[in-house]
């Protein structure tokens, strides 16, 4: 396994992704059984998604502006 393959996976195992992905199946389990709507489902997981990339973009942003110092 390359090293580019251990890094992507260790960075899908922190504890933000695992929630981020649980979220997801639930969500989209109870939207399948119709127990939320599809509208109720979109609003969470456009929430859930926004704030998990949302973070990912901040840190990056923040290890670019530690690389130019």
């Avoid at 119709?34 to 456009?46: K, P």
Wanted: overall charge neutral.
């Amino acid at each position: 396994m390359s090293e580019n393959s251990k890094v992507t996976i260790q960075n899908l195992l922190t504890v933000k992704s695992i929630v981020t992905i649980l979220l997801s199946g639930v969500f989209s389990y109870l939207a399948i059984v119709g127990r939320i709507t599809g509208e109720q489902f979109l609003t969470i997981f456009t929430v859930v998604i926004g704030f998990y990339f949302g973070t990912q973009i901040k840190k990056l942003n923040d290890k670019g502006d530690n690389d130019n110092e």
